[in-house]
């Protein structure tokens, strides 16, 4: 890997190096100098102090980075051909050398960032994926826009917190009016009057934080800015060099209207909707289209299905805006409208779909249109595609029958609630209480409810008394007279695992037909 030698001066400014040459050229590695040197070689940088240059004669010629601890002339009239580049006497050469090693290993690291993305942009049809790995690779969150600094995607943007313009970007799909003030008075979006604009910008005191925009050029007019945000950690000249790179890499899907996020393209959305409802079942089909469509999805998919009120599914403007803050929060555009429910299909390549804090921020957005969202099970084949919109239904179903007030049902959470329902269809769920709760019942109301509370806290803290007596406000004496009085009643044997998921299993079937009765009248 060559690194132009005048890019490594400027990144040793600090020790204020001075030349011999204008430095152009190219070198590929470094090494320490010593007395002992047998041969030079021109594509290598050479480290150390004049003293110590090698009395050898090079054909070629050579770069020398010098502490200068004595006078070179004499070996400058010797070897002509060598480039030297001098630095204090009092420079400490291990530091030297150290920083010449941290400029190649920086080097290094953006050549394979660079080749991660030119593989990817050679494997990818959406742009989506490039943002996904330029958050990988800077660790900040990314924003995209258009000229017009109209939203087209991001990644990231779902865990900032504190920046209400990317908080005002994300929702509304457009920057502030005060913000595209200040951008005009910077120059930003004014090519004519400010053509040698550099391709990075820093803006700063706009924000909370440092935002760098990188200028998205073909044929040098813009076509958008990518906007990364220092929000986890300060953008170095490193990343600075990794944000051109992936600017670069998504003009050619700016320049392709590949940025149209609106809506599912019209192949992708009847292929959705043909698998949904069942026309097109064959595996070997499917693969077919996926691979026909250029379908690049991550290995793990859920299947988000909202269920959309009525002022909604009248008002189509509304149904619109929804849809695409729905877009702007997922980073995904695989949303189709299918039996008067909207269906995402979200993939991710983490061990979870959301972090906690985006949970909190989906449950907001769907508050704020007054809509619940089910949540299959998680799932890697499309071929899957109709039993995951069957399960998250039946989360939606589940919820609403159990009189769930959030707005998100996890097929996950609700299995055994599910399966408890079924059957109640066709018999009668008493008989799947445990007996020991029968006997209890049989006792006065309040002694009752009493020693049912006390059995659920004491299974709730794994079967220990004294933070069971915590969580009751009761003395520990207490608790454990009660404990005792149960068995004596019941005969239960709280050391038997199998009862103690009985009894589990006896709470959830009494909480459901509790709420079953809420239903009924």
Same mark, same amino acid.
């Given at each position: 890997?060559?690194?132009?030698?005048?890019?490594?001066?400027?990144?040793?400014?600090?020790?204020?190096?001075?030349?011999?040459?204008?430095?152009?050229? /190219?070198?590929?590695?470094?090494?320490?100098?010593?007395?002992?040197?047998?041969?030079?070689?021109?594509?290598?940088?050479?480290?150390?102090?004049?003293?110590?240059?090698?009395?050898?004669?090079?054909?070629?010629?050579?770069?020398?980075?010098?502490?200068?601890?004595?006078?070179?002339?004499?070996?400058?009239?010797?070897?002509?051909?060598?480039?030297?580049? !001098?630095?204090?006497?009092?420079?400490?050469?291990?530091?030297?050398?150290?920083?010449?090693?941290? !400029?190649?290993?920086?080097?290094?690291?953006?050549?394979?960032?660079?080749?991660?993305?030119?593989?990817?942009?050679?494997?990818?049809?959406?742009?989506? /994926?490039?943002?996904?790995?330029?958050?990988?690779?800077?660790?900040?969150?990314?924003?995209?826009?258009?000229?017009?600094?109209?939203?087209?995607?991001?990644?990231?943007?779902?865990?900032?917190?504190?920046?209400?313009?990317?908080?005002?970007?994300?929702?509304?799909?457009?920057?502030?009016?005060?913000?595209?003030?200040?951008?005009?008075?910077?120059?930003?979006?004014?090519?004519?009057?400010?053509?040698?604009?550099?391709?990075?910008?820093? /803006?700063?005191?706009?924000?909370?934080?440092?935002?760098?925009?990188?200028?998205?050029?073909?044929?040098?007019?813009?076509?958008?800015?990518?906007?990364?945000?220092?929000?986890?950690?300060?953008?170095?000249?490193?990343?600075?060099?990794?944000?051109?790179?992936?600017?670069?890499?998504?003009?050619?899907?700016?320049?392709?209207?590949?940025?149209?996020?609106?809506?599912?393209?019209?192949?992708? *959305?009847?292929?959705?909707?043909?698998?949904?409802?069942?026309?097109?079942?064959?595996?070997?089909?499917?693969?077919?289209?996926?691979?026909?469509?250029?379908?690049?999805?991550?290995?793990?998919?859920?299947?988000?299905?909202?269920?959309?009120?009525?002022?909604?599914?009248?008002?189509?403007?509304?149904?619109?805006?929804?849809?695409?803050?729905?877009?702007?929060?997922?980073?995904?555009?695989?949303?189709?409208?299918?039996?008067?429910?909207?269906?995402?299909?979200?993939?991710?390549?983490?061990?979870?779909?959301?972090? *906690?804090?985006?949970?909190?921020?989906? /449950?907001?957005?769907?508050?704020?249109?007054?809509?619940?969202?089910?949540?299959?099970?998680?799932?890697?084949?499309?071929?899957?595609?109709?039993?995951?919109?069957?399960?998250?239904?039946?989360?939606?179903?589940?919820?609403?029958?159990?009189?769930?007030?959030?707005?998100?049902?996890?097929?996950?959470?609700?299995?055994?609630?599910?399966?408890?329902?079924?059957?109640?269809?066709?018999?009668?769920?008493?008989?799947?209480?445990?007996?020991?709760?029968?006997?209890?019942?049989?006792?006065?109301?309040?002694?009752?409810?009493?020693?049912?509370?006390?059995?659920?806290? !004491?299974?709730?803290?794994?079967?220990?008394?004294?933070?069971?007596?915590?969580?009751?406000?009761?003395?520990?004496?207490?608790?454990?007279?009660?404990?005792?009085?149960?068995?004596?009643?019941?005969?239960?044997?709280?050391?038997?695992?199998?009862?103690?998921?009985?009894?589990?299993?006896?709470?959830?079937?009494?909480?459901?037909?509790?709420?079953?009765?809420?239903?009924?009248?």
């Amino acid at each position: 890997m060559a690194v132009k030698v005048s890019s490594l001066l400027e990144f040793l400014s600090e020790f204020k190096p001075t030349s011999t040459c204008k430095c152009y050229h /190219e070198v590929r590695t470094f090494r320490l100098l010593n007395n002992n040197l047998s041969d030079l070689h021109s594509d290598c940088i050479y480290i150390g102090k004049a003293s110590q240059l090698p009395s050898i004669q090079t054909t070629v010629p050579t770069t020398f980075l010098l502490i200068k601890d004595s006078d070179t002339f004499a070996y400058d009239s010797l070897v002509p051909k060598c480039d030297y580049i !001098y630095v204090e006497p009092s420079t400490n050469l291990n530091m030297l050398f150290n920083s010449v090693q941290d !400029y190649f290993d920086n080097a290094m690291y953006v050549s394979e960032c660079a080749l991660k993305i030119m593989q990817l942009n050679k494997n990818t049809s959406t742009l989506q /994926e490039v943002l996904d790995l330029g958050l990988e690779l800077l660790g900040n969150p990314l924003l995209l826009v258009d000229v017009s600094l109209c939203f087209i995607a991001h990644a990231g943007g779902n865990t900032v917190i504190n920046e209400p313009l990317w908080e005002w970007t994300l929702s509304k799909g457009y920057v502030t009016e005060e913000y595209v003030n200040s951008v005009m008075m910077d120059g930003l979006a004014d090519e004519r009057t400010y053509p040698q604009k550099p391709l990075l910008i820093w /803006e700063k005191g706009i924000l909370n934080h440092d935002q760098l925009v990188f200028r998205i050029l073909y044929n040098n007019t813009p076509v958008g800015y990518l906007k990364t945000l220092a929000y986890n950690k300060p953008i170095s000249e490193t990343d600075q060099q990794i944000i051109t790179l992936i600017g670069n890499c998504l003009c050619q899907f700016l320049t392709n209207n590949h940025a149209e996020q609106a809506s599912c393209s019209p192949l992708i *959305e009847s292929f959705l909707i043909s698998l949904l409802n069942e026309k097109l079942y064959d595996r070997n089909a499917i693969n077919e289209r996926i691979h026909q469509f250029n379908l690049k999805l991550y290995d793990n998919l859920i299947l988000i299905v909202i269920e959309l009120k009525n002022d909604l599914l009248q008002d189509k403007d509304k149904a619109f805006l929804f849809k695409r803050k729905l877009q702007n929060f997922l980073g995904r555009d695989n949303i189709v409208y299918y039996d008067n429910h909207l269906v995402a299909l979200y993939d991710y390549k983490s061990d979870e779909p959301f972090t *906690e804090f985006e949970w909190t921020n989906f /449950e907001n957005l769907l508050n704020s249109f007054n809509c619940r969202a089910g949540i299959s099970l998680v799932f890697n084949n499309l071929y899957s595609l109709p039993e995951c919109y069957r399960s998250a239904c039946e989360a939606l179903h589940t919820g609403w029958k159990l009189h769930f007030s959030k707005p998100i049902i996890k097929y996950s959470d609700i299995i055994l609630q599910h399966v408890f329902l079924t059957y109640a269809n066709q018999k009668d769920l008493s008989p799947l209480i445990h007996p020991a709760i029968k006997t209890l019942q049989e006792l006065e109301s309040d002694k009752y409810h009493m020693l049912l509370e006390t059995i659920k806290a !004491y299974i709730t803290n794994r079967l220990e008394i004294v933070p069971t007596a915590k969580s009751l406000f009761t003395h520990y004496n207490t608790i454990k007279y009660r404990l005792n009085r149960i068995v004596e009643l019941t005969g239960l044997d709280f050391t038997d695992y199998q009862t103690i998921f009985q009894l589990q299993l006896s709470f959830l079937i009494m909480d459901m037909l509790e709420q079953l009765k809420k239903t009924d009248e």
